[in-house]
């Protein structure tokens, strides 16, 4: 929809600083690829024939598993870091506005708006709230879950006493045993999936539906609204 | 009965020799994976220390602890053992029995209170006042508090002390619990599968008997040196579950060739035991070796934790069962499909509908840019 009539302004505010945005597309990628291998572990790739010793595939799939996993994890901590030193749109990731009205009926509003109930969506500078609810419980939440369950998981073969042990391996008896584990983890590759799949498709259906920029925020930083009205 | 012999006396007048008790303690000595130097250390205890006598009870069980017990690898190391240990109380292979037996219990309490150990096969069930395990004419609960009062450890043999196992699976009508749930105040090691294996079982209590001190023990009470690593880890067929190669079907191809079990579900990587290192039956062989996975045997509530043939088991909770894999795929096809739904009135109304973009229309919004951050 580009009219390109000269009387149409953009105004633009710098909302995703570097380090945030070079955060999304890495964190995207290692999620990708531990959704991918995850589900391969769980239901490995049919058997390969010859000798053992040709072959190592599992041993591949599963290390770039843990090698996703690491930078999943120094990302998310970075992305903490980066929420205490960023600017006020890098905190949205780890807070959400539960207590505030206003969080509540702007969600409303923009249910309706994907149910075609509205006529226009509202502008928003940093995430509308249907995705910051989302990026919320399933970014943090569930990535918070995914580590320490996968972590707890890792230490059963870097064995007792190993740092993983000390720290993640209490999960095991807390959730119950190890298939139990390794089952809550298989769970969340699921939930995380159907999150990328909403989360792809809405941020290209508002960068061209709503009245902001979307995708080219998240590559420059800038997000450009289409209207003056507020 | 109860005696201050040491347990070398005991041994001698069981008739057994001093070259195969030194031989006992060099195996014993291997078993609980400690320096060649140490056996030395385990022929001083057992030739010093006064015997520490062992009740042994049962509660609700199958006996295949006792049945694997008392089939231990060496004929040694099970007449040694049998030798310490069956002189006190042990109502599935003592002489006593009826008040006698029960009289037992009260005289080592007595005698050897704060120091004897207290072995439990089975656990109690708490339903209609414990009705479902009597003992003695008194429901078990009750014999084995008594008993854990005055002992100096507890050592919970198998799946159904350490876990609850068949008896505890849902929905478990006579509530039946692990000894940990009743007991709070002693120390317990829990040796668990079902059964255990033999040369775990008496390794675990040797090692209490000539140390007198408790085996170091994991998170969940456990000794790790049988319990530290999974089946997974030792398993003689894990360089084909790395090459990628899985047997994918009973009698297959790859069943003959002795790949992997991961596809026929083998619990292998979830399980804790020493199976794939002891084996079974005087070391002959264990599930995988024959050709079946491992079903978990060792683990908390195993029988309540889906099919031992899918390694994606159904998961349980507020009495729902499903399955990651099957609600998965359907989740995400439906998401798709919806996603496309959507895109599609999404683009018919964009089409249908003039521009309302631009400042040339206020349209409806009367709303503040939002920004709640
Ligand atoms: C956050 C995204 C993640 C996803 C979507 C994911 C997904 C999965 C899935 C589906 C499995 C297979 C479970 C099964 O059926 O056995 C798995 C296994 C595993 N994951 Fe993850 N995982 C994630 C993060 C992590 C992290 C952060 C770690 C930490 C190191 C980790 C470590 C493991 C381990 C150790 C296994 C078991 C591998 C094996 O024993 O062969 N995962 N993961
Ligand atoms: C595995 C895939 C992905 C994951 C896990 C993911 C996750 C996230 C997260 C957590 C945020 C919040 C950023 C923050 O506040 O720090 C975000 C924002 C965003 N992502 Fe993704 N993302 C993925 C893929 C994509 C893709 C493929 C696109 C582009 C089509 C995209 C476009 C965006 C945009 C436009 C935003 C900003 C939304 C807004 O301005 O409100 N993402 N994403
Ligand atoms: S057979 Fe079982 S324990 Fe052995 S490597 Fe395969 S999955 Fe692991
Ligand atoms: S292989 Fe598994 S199921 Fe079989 S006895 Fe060992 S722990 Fe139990």
Redesign the pocket.
């Known amino acids: 929809m580009n009219t390109a009539l000269p009387t149409v302004k953009r105004t633009a505010v710098y909302?995703?600083e570097a380090p945030?945005r070079a955060?999304?597309?890495t964190?995207?990628?290692?999620?990708?690829v531990l959704?991918v291998t995850g589900y391969l572990i769980g239901s490995p790739l049919p058997t390969l024939s010859g000798e053992a010793s040709d072959h190592y595939l599992m041993g591949y799939i599963r290390f770039a598993h843990f090698a996703a996993a690491y930078i999943f994890a120094v990302g998310f901590l970075f992305?903490l870091y980066?929420?205490m030193v960023g600017n006020r749109?890098?905190r949205?990731?780890f807070a959400l506005p539960f207590w505030r009205r206003r969080f509540w009926s702007e969600l409303w509003h923009e249910v309706r708006w994907y149910a075609f109930l509205e006529q226009e969506p509202r502008k928003?500078i940093?995430?509308?709230p249907l995705?910051?609810l989302f990026?919320v419980v399933?970014?943090?939440v569930g990535?918070i879950v995914m580590m320490f369950t996968g972590f707890a998981l890792y230490s059963e073969q870097s064995g007792l006493g190993s740092w993983q042990d000390r720290w993640f391996g209490w999960v095991i008896p807390f959730v119950g045993q190890s298939q139990d584990v390794r089952m809550w983890h298989h769970w969340g590759m699921w939930i995380?999936t159907i999150?990328?799949m909403l989360?792809?498709y809405t941020?290209?259906r508002?960068?061209i539906l709503s009245r902001?920029?979307?995708?080219?925020?998240?590559?420059s930083g800038w997000?450009m609204f289409k209207d003056d009205r507020p | 009965m109860p005696t201050t012999e040491t347990f070398y006396e005991v041994m001698r007048r069981q008739g057994i020799t001093r070259r195969s008790f030194l031989k006992f303690c060099s195996l014993t000595t291997a078993a609980l994976g400690l320096s060649p130097a140490a056996a030395a250390q385990v022929v001083e205890a057992m030739q010093t220390k006064p015997r520490i006598p062992v009740l042994w009870l049962h509660g609700l069980e199958c006996t295949c602890c006792s049945e694997s017990f008392i089939r231990s690898a060496h004929p040694l190391v099970k007449d040694v053992v049998l030798s310490m240990i069956s002189l006190d109380y042990d109502d599935t292979i003592m002489a006593a029995s009826g008040h006698q037996a029960e009289a037992i219990i009260h005289e080592i309490r007595e005698k050897y209170r704060g120091n004897y150990i207290l072995a439990v096969e089975g656990n109690p069930p708490l339903n209609q006042d414990g009705m479902s395990c009597i003992i003695g004419g008194r429901p078990f609960l009750e014999q084995l508090k008594e008993a854990a009062a005055d002992c100096k450890a507890v050592i919970a043999w198998g799946s159904c002390a350490s876990w609850g196992c068949v008896q505890a699976a849902h929905p478990n009508p006579t509530h039946a619990v692990p000894i940990h749930q009743v007991i709070h105040d002693k120390p317990i090691i829990k040796v668990p599968g079902c059964p255990p294996i033999a040369e775990v079982m008496t390794a675990v209590i040797t090692y209490l008997l000539t140390f007198e001190r408790i085996p170091e023990l994991d998170r969940q009470g456990r000794p790790k040196m049988f319990y530290g690593q999974r089946i997974h880890d030792k398993c003689y067929r894990r360089p084909h579950f790395d090459a990628g190669q899985f047997v994918e079907r009973w009698d297959d191809e790859g069943a003959r060739r002795g790949y992997c079990l991961y596809k026929m579900g083998c619990k292998g990587p979830t399980t804790y035991n020493a199976c794939s290192t002891v084996r079974w039956n005087n070391g002959v062989s264990f599930p995988i070796q024959s050709g079946h996975g491992c079903i978990g045997c060792s683990e908390d509530g195993f029988w309540d934790k889906g099919s031992f043939y899918d390694h994606v088991t159904d998961t349980r909770v507020f009495g729902i069962e499903a399955n990651a894999d099957r609600v998965g795929l359907v989740a995400a096809g439906t998401v798709g499909a919806a996603v496309a739904a959507h895109a599609t009135v999404s683009a018919y109304k964009r089409i249908s509908k003039p521009a309302t973009f631009g400042d040339s229309e206020p349209g409806e919004s009367k709303q503040q840019t939002g920004d709640r951050s």
């Open positions: 909302v995703y945030l955060w999304h597309w964190n995207a990628l290692s999620l990708t959704a992305r980066w929420a749109w890098s949205q990731l928003y940093g995430h509308n995705a910051h990026m399933i970014i943090t990535g995380i999150f990328v989360h792809v941020a290209i508002e960068d902001q920029s979307l995708i080219s925020t998240m590559i997000r």
